[in-house]
C-alpha cells in the first residue's frame, strides 16, 4: 500500500465545536479519492489540514513521508510546491489575466526564461482547454472556465497531488462534464494523485475510486463507489440517494408542533 | 455596573490585541523587500495604483486650497495693510499643514480605501489563501510593494498638493487681487525656511504615508471575509486613517515646532 | 506589453512631478538658496544690554536692505549682555567700523531685527570684528513703567 497522505486520529476544533473527532483516513498514490459529506462537515477545512494553512488540536497529518505540521516554514513551502490546490472560487489573481495567472507560480518559484514560460503555460492551458482565452481577465470567464484555469494553475508546477475543493458546485451540465473529463484524465496521463472534496453524489461517484463518507466529525463509510452505494448504514444511504428525512431529521429539533401552536408565549 | 467594566475591559483587550496583530503583521511583510529588489515591478505596480490614480484628485484639490487661501487670507490681511505677505501665510499654511494634512486625508480616502477594498476581496475570493497554497506568502508578496509604493507616494503627493497650491494662491492673489509679484515671492521666501518648513513638511507626509497604508493594508487584510466585512474595513480605514493623521500631525508639529 | 509600458511611463511622469514639485518648495518658495551660499559669509558680533524678542535667523538690515543673519545669541556671564553674532552677506564687505547696531520692531507687532547705520570711518568691519556702538531693544514694558513713573512724580 503506497499511501500519499496518512491522516492519524485527527482532532480538530473551531471554538467549542469539535470538527474532526479522531478520524483516521488514507490516501493512495495515483487514485481519486473523495471526501464527500453534507455540508458544514469541516471538508474544506480537512484540505486545509492537509494543505498545512491550519494546525490540528491533535493528531498528525504525513503527506509524502513529512509531518506537515512539524515542518519548518520553508520545508512546509516546499512541500506545497508539490500540491496543487483547486478552491471552490478558483481564487484567480483578478488583477492579472488568464496568461499571467498560470505563468505566476512559475515566477515566483522559478527562473525561467520568458520564453520556457511561455511554452508551459500554453501547454497547461492547451491541457485545460482555454489556450485560446488567455487573454481574458478573470472577471471576463465563466465559473467553469475561472475552474479550468485554477486547475491550470495548479499543474504549472507539476505537483504529485491535487486537492479538489467542490469543484462541480454551481456548474452546468456542460462545464461539470468538462470538468469530470479533466479530473479524470490528469489523474491518468499525469500520474496525479487527486482529493476531492465534494456533496455532489453522482458526479463524484463516476470518478472517484474511494469514498470516505463524513459526517459529525467521524467517518461514517468508506470504500469503493460500489461498496458505498450498497452500504449498510442508513446514514450513508440517506446521503447517497437525497431522502429528505432518514436519519439525519428534516425538522431541525423543536418542542411538540401542537404545543408549540397552542402556547402563547414569545420567544 | 460590573458589565460596564467588563465590556470596557474586553474592548480595551480586543483593541490591543488587533494592534498586536498589527505590529506583526508589519514586521511579518518586511522580508518582502528581498522580493521587490529582485523584481522592482512590483513595486511600480503598485506605485501605479497608490500614486498616479492619486494624482489628479491630489493635484485638483491642491489648486483649489491654494486659491482659497489666496481670497480669505487677502481680506484677512488687507484689513492690517499686509497684503504683501499673503506669499508666505498661502506657502507657510501649505508646506507646514495642509500639504501633509490635506494630502494625507485625500489619500486615506483615495487609495486608502482601494487598498483596503482589494486586500479584503483578495481575502473573500480566497486569493490569499491560494497563494499561501501555491507556497507563495501572501503578506510578502502582496502586502510589502502596496506598503512601500504608499509610504513612497505619500511625501511625492504632499509636495505636488503643496506646489500646486501656492500657483493656485499665485495665480488668485497676483493675478486677480494685484498683490506686487515680486513681495509675494520674496516675502515667502524670507519667511520660509527650507529645515523647519519644507524638510519637517515632508517628515510629516512620510509618517502619514506609514501610518494611513499601514492602516489601510491592516484593515483590508484583517477583515471578515464577507462582503459586509470589507465594506466595514474599508469605512474603518478612511475613520481610522483620518483620526491618527490628525493626532499624529498634533503630535509632530508639537514635536518640529513647539517647545512642549 | 503596451499596457505595463504605458503604466511604467505614467509612473515615470507622476515621480517626475513629485519631485519636481519638491524642488520647486526647496528653490523657489523655502530660504534653501540662502543656506546653500554659506560660505560667503562673514561673521560680526555686538553685545547689547538687552536683545529683548530678538532670534536666531532673525534678519539684519542696512537701511531696509536685508544683509544678513544673525546666526547666534549668548549671554556675556560677567557683563551680563546680550551677545548677538550675525553672518553678514560678503558683497556688502564695506561697513565701517564706527557702525551702529540697534534692534528695531518691524511695524507694532511684527518682528525683532537688527538695523545697522553705517559711520563716516575709512576703516571697514573684517570678519571676528566687533561692533561698539549699539541700541537695545525697547522692552514695551519698561516704556510703559517709565512713562507712569514719570506722571506719577509730575
Known sequence: MDNIVTIKNLVFMRGQRKIFDDISLDIRRGKVTAIMGPSGTGKTTLLKLIGGQLSPQSGSVVVNQQNVHQLKRSELFALRKQMGMLFQSGALLTDIDVYENVAFPLREHTRLSESMIRTLVLMKLQAVGLRGARHLMPSELSGGMARRVALARAIALDPMMIMYDEPFTGQDPISMGALIHLIKALNKTLGLTSIIVSHDVQETAAIADYIYVLSDGKIVGEGTPEQIATSNSEWVQQFMQGKADGPVHFHYPAPDYFDDLMSNQLS | MMQIFQYLGASTRSRFAKLGRATFFLLHSLPGLVDVLRRPSLFIRQIYSVGVLSFLLITVSGLFVGMVLALQGYYTLSDFGAEASLGVMIAASLVRELGPVVAALLFAGRAGSALSAEIGLMKTTEQLSGMEMMAVDPIRRVIFPRFLAGIFSMPLLAALFSAVGIMGGHMVGVGMLGVDDGSFWSQMQAGIDFYDDVINGFIKSLVFGFVVTWIALFEGYDAIPTSEGVSRATTRTVVNSAFSVLALDFILTALMFGDI | ?154
Open chain 3, 1 to 154: 506589453m503596451s499596457n505595463t509600458y504605458t503604466q511604467d511611463t505614467l509612473v515615470g511622469f507622476f515621480v517626475a512631478c513629485g519631485i519636481a514639485a519638491l524642488f520647486y518648495m526647496s528653490l523657489q518658495v523655502s530660504n534653501l538658496s540662502s543656506y546653500l551660499d554659506t560660505s560667503n559669509t562673514y561673521t560680526i558680533t555686538a553685545s547689547f544690554e538687552n536683545s529683548g524678542g530678538l532670534k536666531v535667523k532673525s534678519k539684519v538690515s542696512v537701511a531696509g536692505v536685508t544683509v544678513g543673519r544673525v546666526s547666534a545669541i549668548k549671554l556675556d556671564k560677567t557683563r551680563y549682555e546680550s551677545i548677538v553674532e550675525m553672518q553678514i552677506d560678503k558683497q556688502f564687505n564695506t561697513l565701517p567700523t564706527d557702525t551702529t547696531a540697534s534692534i528695531f520692531t518691524a511695524g507694532l507687532l511684527g518682528e525683532q531685527y537688527i538695523s545697522l547705520e553705517p559711520g563716516g570711518s575709512d576703516e571697514y568691519l573684517q570678519d571676528g570684528d566687533a561692533i561698539d556702538i549699539t541700541q537695545s531693544a525697547i522692552v514695551l514694558e519698561e516704556v510703559i513703567g517709565q512713562f507712569l513713573f514719570k506722571k506719577a512724580s509730575e
